[in-house]
């Protein structure tokens, strides 16, 4: 059977993390693991974190202060076991069923498994659904993060040889990793893994200049080729016009008005 390490950066992650570990915890097999580093949590996280370590040994928390989110990433990947990695935020979920999917879709090839993905709001509410799709690297350069890294497995060895993740990014390391992944052989799983939490509290939620900043240059240090470079320069203005509308695309009211829209097409 194929083992599965679960990685998970951990800096005061509040109310969010006891159901993030739930979402794991309930699906490892015996010999799977959730290698979880903390930086130190102050908000109660790292007593959470204490007390399950304590009733189960797959839950494996090492605290200590780190450089940041891909610091902490590589440092819990070079504790991991596993065959195959995965990374789940502390303030995010994966999906009923996710781990055996990843299980079922590993052959001897397979390097990257990609499945689909939820976004969801602080309440866990379902914002929006995306199909999974086969890591493209021109298809990356032109539309970001069209894919989730919480619905990545990806073969541990072959993710050290790849050098894991990127010590100078902070916050797009998980597109970075995607246009590193492109050209490894995939399998696509046809089926939401994971759901990732948009809130004003998440990197995703509040940060958005300084996502948009970092990924106009992973992009462009991603060209290789002229049509890289267009799409580089077509996908670097999307991202701006993506985070300037965000919190109007990800409100409510808007997420309550595009379903309405969906369903009568779909009955027309």
Do not use: I
Request: one cysteine or more; glycine letters at 10%; a positive charge.
């Amino acid at each position: 059977m194929v083992r599965l390490s679960v990685l998970m950066p951990c800096l005061d992650a509040g109310r969010h993390l006891r159901p993030a570990l739930a979402s794991v915890l309930g699906q490892l097999g015996p010999d799977d693991e959730l290698v979880v580093q903390d930086a130190r949590s102050a908000d109660g996280s790292a007593e959470v974190l204490d007390a399950l370590a304590a009733e189960d040994s797959r839950l494996r928390v090492v605290h200590e202060r780190d450089g940041g989110q891909s610091d902490a990433l590589n440092r819990a990947l070079r504790r991991a076991c596993g065959d195959f990695v995965l990374w789940a935020n502390a303030d995010d979920l994966l999906l009923p069923g996710a781990l055996t999917a990843v299980r079922a879709a590993v052959t001897a090839r397979t390097q990257v498994v990609v499945g689909g993905w939820q976004l969801v709001d602080g309440e866990g509410g379902l914002l929006r659904e995306s199909p999974a799709e086969r890591l493209d690297r021109g298809q990356l350069l032109l539309r970001g993060c069209y894919a989730f890294s919480g619905a990545l497995a990806v073969d541990r060895e072959f993710l050290c040889a790849r050098g894991g993740f990127a010590p100078d990014l902070h916050y797009v390391m998980d597109f970075d990793l995607m246009l590193r992944l492109a050209g490894a052989d995939q399998v696509v799983v046809p089926r939401p893994l994971a759901a990732l939490r948009y809130h004003d509290a998440s990197k995703s939620g509040g940060l958005g200049r300084r996502f948009f900043t970092e990924g106009a240059r992973v992009r462009w240090r991603g060209c290789r080729t002229a049509p890289d470079a267009l799409r580089a320069l077509a996908g670097t203005a999307w991202h701006a016009a993506g985070v300037a509308t965000a919190k109007l695309r990800f409100g409510a009211r808007y997420t309550s008005l595009r379903q309405k829209v969906v369903s009568r097409c779909s009955t027309s």
